[in-house]
C-alpha cells in the first residue's frame, strides 16, 4: 500500500466537488445534540482518547425546556443557568430589564438584552407566559399532573471480536439499555437508569449498572432543591469538584466560565463521575445560598492485595480507580465495586450588588488505600486514604466587564488558582482570558476545571479568546493557549510547555452557513525511543488542522452537511497525514412521520496520529464521536418513526470499512477482517 502524504491536487479537486456539488438541496434539523455543543463534544472525546460518550442524559434539561418552555417573566438565575447558553452577565441583565422595567411582552424584547444569534438559539427553550403557574399547584399534585417518559435501547456489533472467539469475555455481544423518568415541569424529577455494556455477563452481574434518583425543586421556602439517589456536583470552576461533562476549548471561545448549576439529578449511563447519597441547596437569606451534600458509593479499582484481604482484614491497596465502567473479562470484574469511597462537603454563596463570593469545601474517604505506582511522574499524586480541599469563588459584574475565579488547596499544602476575565469592547467585539496555575503538588479527586492536562496538577496556563462580528453575516472566532509543566508527565520525561492556536471563520445567511477552521497545536513529548535508556529526550509535536464545513437549508424538510477536513502529525522523526470528507443528510417526509439522518464519509489517513475526530447524529440522546483513520469509508442511517400515540421507535446502521487493513480494532476488541457494523433500537415512550 501506497504511503500517503499531502493530498494531491486532484484529490483535493475531487473532494471540494463532492462536497459542495449537492449543497442546493437541503433542510429538516433532526440533531441528537444542539449544534453549538458538536465542536465541544468532538474536542472532549479526542483529548481524552475515547470513541464514546456516556452522558447521555447530560442535555436532557434542555429537551425538558423544549416540553415546557421557561417563562422568562419569572426565570430563577438558576433556571437561567441550567440552560448553559447564557453568560452571568447576560442573565443579571435579563433579570435587571424585568426588576426595573417591567415584564416582558414578547420575546423579541430581549433583542436590547441579548444578541439576535444568541436569541434565535434561546427561542426554543422560552417563553413569556405559561398556561398555568406552577406555583399555583399544590406539592401533592406535582406527583400526579407531570409525564412519563421510557426508554429501551439494544445494540449490538455485527461481527465478532476477539474477546468473544477466544473467551476473554463473560456475556454476549449485546448492550442493553433502559431509562424512566417522571417529571412535573421544572419542579420534580425521579426515575431510573439500567445497562449493560457489551461483553458483560448477565447471568454473572444481571443488567451491570443501576441507577435511580428523586429531585425536588421549589417545594419549601428553605430547601430549593432535594436530592435522593444519584446526583452530580459543581463547585465553583472545579478545582475542588465536578461532575459530569466538563466544557473546556472548543469554538466556543467566549466559554472559558463554569456556571453549571451546582447541584442536578444524575441519569447518564457513565458508571464512575457521579455521587450517590443526599444533596440540597438551600435558601439561606435573600442574597445567600448554601449547597450541602453526602455520599457514599462503590468504585472500581485495581486492587494490589486481593489475597491478603480475601483471608484478612487488611485495607485494600488500590493502584489506580478505574473509569471505563466495563466489566467484560473477569479481571475486571474483579475490580469492581471494589473500593469505597465517602465523600460529603458543601459550599455557601452570597450575591452582593454587583459582587458574589463563594467558600467551599470536599472531603473524600477511602476504605482502602489509593497507591500510584511509584513512577517518577507520579511522585506527587495522592497517596493515602483521605483528602481534604477548600476553596474560595468569586464573580464581579461591571458594566461591559465580568471577572471570575476560584482559588483552591488541598491538605498536603498544595495550591491551585483559576481567574478570569470576560470583556464587551464593542457590541461586535468581545474578549475572553484566562490563567490558571495548579501547583506539582496540588491534590484533588474529582476536579474538572478549564486546562490543558487531564489532572489538575503541575500546570501553569494563559489562554485569549476573541469573538469578532464585523458585519451581520460573518462571525470571527479564534483563541491561543500558552502553558508550561514545571515536573513530568506521563509520556513526557522532563519539564515541557506547548502551545495551541484557533481560528474560526463563518458565514451564516438565512438559509446557508459555512465556516473555515484551522488548529495549530505544538507540545513538547517524548521523542521516539531508539535505545533502551529509561529516560526520552523531547521533541516537539505538532498536529495541525483545516476544516471546511457548509450547510444549505432550502426546505423545512431537507439539509445537506458538507465537510473536508485535513490533518497533519509530525513530531521530526515520524510524519503523517490525511483528510476525511464527509456528505450528511437530514431530512424529514412530508407524507409520512418518517425522518432520517444519514452519512457517507471517505477518509484516508497514515495512522492515528493523523486520526480525525467527528460528531455523528444518533438516535435520541445517544451520541457517538469517533477518530476516522487508516484509508476507508464510514456510512450510518438513523430513522426515527412515531409510533402509539406518543411514541417513537429510532434504528441506526452504520458500518467502518478500511481498505487498507484486514484487521479492524485493537487488543480484544480486534475484527477479523474490513467491515465493521453496529445496529443500535431504542423504543422511546411519553404517557
Known amino acids: 500500500m501506497r504511503q500517503l502524504k499531502h493530498p494531491s491536487v486532484k484529490t483535493l479537486f475531487l473532494t471540494l466537488f463532492f462536497a459542495f456539488s449537492f449543497s442546493k438541496i437541503a433542510f429538516g434539523q433532526i440533531d441528537s445534540l444542539i449544534y453549538s455543543y458538536q465542536d465541544a463534544l468532538e474536542n472532549t472525546v479526542a483529548a481524552n482518547g475515547e470513541g464514546s460518550f456516556d452522558y447521555d442524559a447530560e442535555f436532557q434539561y434542555l429537551q425538558d425546556y423544549i416540553r415546557k418552555p421557561l417563562n422568562i417573566n419569572k426565570a430563577t438565575t438558576a433556571e437561567l443557568e441550567k440552560l448553559r447558553l447564557l453568560s452571568d452577565k447576560q442573565i443579571k441583565a435579563i433579570i435587571h430589564h424585568r426588576t426595573h422595567y417591567g415584564k416582558y411582552m414578547d420575546l423579541l424584547e430581549l433583542q436590547t438584552t441579548l444578541p439576535l444569534p444568541l436569541l434565535r438559539k434561546l427561542l426554543p427553550f422560552i417563553m413569556v407566559e405559561g398556561n398555568f403557574d406552577d406555583f399555583q399547584i399544590p406539592v401533592r399534585d406535582w406527583f400526579r399532573l407531570g409525564k412519563n417518559e421510557a426508554f429501551i435501547r439494544y445494540e449490538r456489533r455485527l461481527e465478532r471480536a476477539k474477546g468473544y472467539k477466544q473467551g476473554n469475555y463473560l456475556g454476549d455481544a449485546n448492550r442493553l439499555y433502559g431509562r424512566y423518568r417522571y417529571t412535573f415541569g421544572n419542579r420534580l424529577s425521579y426515575g431510573f437508569t439500567l445497562e449493560k455494556d457489551a461483553g458483560e455477563s448477565f447471568k454473572k452481574t444481571g443488567l451491570d449498572f443501576y441507577s435511580a434518583h428523586f429531585q425536588i425543586t421549589d417545594a419549601h421556602k428553605l430547601f430549593k432543591i432535594i436530592i435522593l439517589g444519584d446526583y452530580s456536583i459543581s463547585l465553583g470552576q472545579g478545582l475542588i469538584h465536578q461532575n459530569?461533562?466538563?466544557?473546556?476549548?472548543?469554538?466556543?471561545?467566549?466559554?472559558?466560565?463554569?456556571?453549571?448549576?451546582?447541584?442536578?439529578?444524575?441519569?447518564?449511563?457513565?458508571?464512575?463521575?457521579?455521587?450517590?447519597?443526599?444533596?440540597?441547596?438551600?435558601?439561606?437569606?435573600?442574597?445567600?445560598?448554601?449547597?450541602?451534600?453526602?455520599?457514599?458509593?462503590?468504585?472500581?479499582?485495581?486492587?494490589?492485595?486481593?489475597?491478603?484481604?480475601?483471608?484478612?482484614?487488611?485495607?485494600?491497596?488500590?493502584?489506580?480507580?478505574?473509569?471505563?465502567?466495563?466489566?467484560?473479562?473477569?479481571?475486571?470484574?474483579?475490580?469492581?465495586?471494589?473500593?469505597?469511597?465517602?465523600?460529603?462537603?458543601?459550599?455557601?454563596?452570597?450575591?452582593?450588588?454587583?459582587?458574589?463570593?463563594?467558600?467551599?469545601?470536599?472531603?473524600?474517604?477511602?476504605?482502602?488505600?489509593?497507591?500510584?505506582?511509584?513512577?517518577?511522574?507520579?511522585?506527587?499524586?495522592?497517596?493515602?486514604?483521605?483528602?481534604?480541599?477548600?476553596?474560595?469563588?468569586?464573580?464581579?459584574?461591571?458594566?461591559?466587564?465580568?471577572?471570575?475565579?476560584?482559588?483552591?488547596?488541598?491538605?498536603?499544602?498544595?495550591?491551585?488558582?483559576?481567574?478570569?476575565?470576560?470583556?464587551?469592547?464593542?457590541?461586535?467585539?468581545?474578549?475572553?482570558?484566562?490563567?490558571?496555575?495548579?501547583?506539582?503538588?496540588?491534590?484533588?479527586?474529582?476536579?474538572?476545571?478549564?486546562?490543558?492536562?487531564?489532572?489538575?496538577?503541575?500546570?501553569?496556563?494563559?489562554?485569549?479568546?476573541?469573538?469578532?462580528?464585523?458585519?451581520?453575516?460573518l462571525s470571527i472566532e479564534c483563541y491561543a493557549d500558552f502553558w508550561t509543566y514545571k515536573w513530568l508527565k506521563f509520556g513526557i520525561d522532563a519539564p515541557s510547555n506547548g502551545r495551541e492556536f484557533f481560528a474560526k471563520i463563518t458565514y451564516k445567511r438565512r438559509n446557508t452557513e459555512g465556516y473555515i477552521q484551522v488548529k495549530n497545536k505544538l507540545k513538547e513529548e517524548n521523542s521516539t525511543r531508539l535505545d533502551t535508556s529509561k529516560v526520552n529526550n523531547l521533541s516537539t509535536k505538532i498536529r495541525q488542522q483545516i476544516r471546511l464545513h457548509y450547510n444549505h437549508k432550502i426546505s423545512k424538510n431537507l439539509e445537506l452537511r458538507n465537510r473536508i477536513e485535513w490533518s497533519m502529525y509530525n513530531n521530526q522523526t515520524d510524519k503523517s497525514a490525511g483528510f476525511m470528507i464527509y456528505q450528511d443528510l437530514i431530512y424529514r417526509f412530508k407524507k409520512?412521520?418518517?425522518?432520517?439522518?444519514?452519512?457517507?464519509?471517505?477518509?484516508?489517513?497514515?495512522?492515528?496520529?493523523?486520526?480525525?475526530?467527528?460528531?455523528?447524529?444518533?438516535?435520541?440522546?445517544?451520541?457517538?464521536?469517533?477518530?476516522?483513520?487508516?484509508?476507508?469509508?464510514?456510512f450510518y442511517l438513523n430513522l426515527s418513526y412515531p409510533i402509539l400515540k406518543n411514541g417513537y421507535l429510532d434504528l441506526r446502521f452504520a458500518r467502518t470499512y478500511l481498505a487498507n487493513k484486514e484487521q479492524i480494532g485493537s487488543g480484544l476488541e480486534t475484527i477479523d477482517g474490513r467491515r465493521r457494523t453496529d445496529i443500535k433500537c431504542q423504543l422511546r415512550v411519553g404517557f
Open 592 to 634: 409520512y412521520p418518517l425522518s432520517i439522518t444519514s452519512r457517507f464519509a471517505l477518509f484516508d489517513t497514515k495512522d492515528y496520529n493523523s486520526a480525525i475526530y467527528a460528531y455523528e447524529n444518533d438516535v435520541f440522546h445517544s451520541f457517538t464521536v469517533l477518530p476516522y483513520y487508516f484509508r476507508g469509508s464510514r
Open 244 to 473: 459530569g461533562f466538563a466544557l473546556n476549548k472548543s469554538a466556543l471561545v467566549l466559554s472559558i466560565e463554569k456556571d453549571v448549576p451546582p447541584v442536578h439529578f444524575y441519569a447518564s449511563a457513565n458508571e464512575a463521575n457521579f455521587l450517590r447519597g443526599i444533596a440540597t441547596r438551600l435558601k439561606i437569606g435573600q442574597n445567600t445560598e448554601g449547597v450541602i451534600f453526602a455520599s457514599h458509593r462503590r468504585r472500581d479499582g485495581n486492587v494490589l492485595n486481593r489475597f491478603a484481604i480475601d483471608t484478612t482484614d487488611a485495607d485494600a491497596v488500590v493502584s489506580a480507580l478505574q473509569f471505563s465502567g466495563l466489566h467484560r473479562t473477569q479481571t475486571e470484574l474483579d475490580d469492581k465495586n471494589s473500593v469505597g469511597l465517602t465523600t460529603f462537603g458543601g459550599s455557601i454563596q452570597h450575591t452582593f450588588r454587583r459582587f458574589s463570593l463563594g467558600f467551599n469545601a470536599v472531603f473524600n474517604q477511602f476504605n482502602g488505600i489509593l497507591q500510584p505506582p511509584q513512577k517518577p511522574y507520579n511522585q506527587t499524586a495522592f497517596n493515602g486514604k483521605q483528602l481534604l480541599n477548600f476553596s474560595t469563588n468569586y464573580k464581579k459584574t461591571y458594566k461591559n466587564s465580568h471577572v471570575f475565579g476560584e482559588t483552591a488547596v488541598s491538605d498536603n499544602g498544595g495550591f491551585a488558582s483559576l481567574n478570569g476575565l470576560l470583556l464587551g469592547l464593542d457590541k461586535r467585539l468581545f474578549v475572553s482570558v484566562l490563567h490558571r496555575y495548579f501547583s506539582p503538588t496540588y491534590q484533588a479527586l474529582n476536579a474538572q476545571p478549564f486546562a490543558e492536562s487531564n489532572r489538575t496538577q503541575d500546570e501553569n496556563g494563559v489562554y485569549a479568546g476573541v469573538e469578532f462580528k464585523p458585519f451581520r453575516p
